[in-house]
């Protein structure tokens, strides 16, 4: 368990609103990511961060930004969030020292963009 | 660029079956390569891993080979448990930022 708990745990929200995902872990590791779970395509990679204020762009990035002020909060953001964006998203980090593949997932958000 | 396919779910057997759900992989370099499990209504665990060629993962009585001559990593288990009942997820350590490539979920279902 790397203390990772994400927020809000679902939420309904309708096209065209701006939606933010919360990511908290306790732990002060380094590198935090952001995925997307969809049927028939495993997780992918949307934003990742190797350190405060330091971000970078995954495979499914179009339409999300991200921030992250503070070691322990990875925040995401759908500008304009539309049916496409339906999805359950899951935060990660991977611990200090262990490398960046060993990852441990967050408990997910489920969100319904109507 | 890299990828990885798992055998098509769902997978259905009964309890103290044997279990193999396949894995391949296509990479550059030399990936380590991971199974993750995903229990109903959680997050994604990691399962075991292996980081080179001919290298065994274990955990929980699950195993997989790093066979790099036939680009596998298969996952068996000798006798399920219901409790395995769960979504499996091959993945390997291939993206460009640091990130895993996942196959897209085998769903296992253990039936007593």
């Known amino acids: 368990d790397a203390g990772i708990t994400q927020s809000p745990r679902h939420k309904v929200t309708e096209t065209g609103t701006p939606v933010t995902l919360r990511c908290h872990q306790t732990?002060?590791?380094?590198?935090m990511y952001w995925y997307r779970q969809d049927p028939g395509h495993g997780l992918r990679l949307i934003h990742y961060s190797y350190g405060v204020k330091d971000t970078d762009k995954g495979e499914v990035s179009d339409g999300y930004s991200v921030s992250r002020s503070k070691t322990e909060d990875f925040l995401l953001t759908l500008e304009s969030a539309t049916s496409s964006q339906t999805s359950v998203y899951f935060c990660?980090?991977?611990?200090?020292?262990?490398?960046?593949?060993?990852?441990?997932f967050g408990p997910g958000t489920r969100l319904t963009v109507t | 660029g890299d990828s990885v396919t798992q055998m098509e779910g769902p997978v259905t057997l009964s309890e103290e079956a044997f279990l193999t759900i396949n894995c391949t992989y296509t990479?550059?370099?030399?990936?380590?390569l991971f199974w993750y499990v995903q229990y109903p209504g959680e997050g994604l665990q990691l399962l075991l891993k292996?980081?080179?060629?001919?290298d065994k993962g274990s955990n929980k009585g699950f195993e997989a080979t790093y066979r790099k001559e036939t680009t596998s990593f298969h996952l068996e288990k000798g006798s399920v448990q219901v409790s395995d009942s769960a979504v499996y997820f091959c993945a390997l350590s291939g993206g460009s930022q640091g990130n895993l490539i996942f196959g897209k979920g085998t769903k296992l279902s253990v039936k007593p």
């Open positions: 292996a980081t080179k060629a001919d």
């Open positions: 732990e002060n590791h380094r590198y």
């Open positions: 990479a550059t370099g030399y990936p380590s």
């Open positions: 990660a980090i991977s611990k200090n020292g262990q490398g960046p593949y060993e990852q441990y």
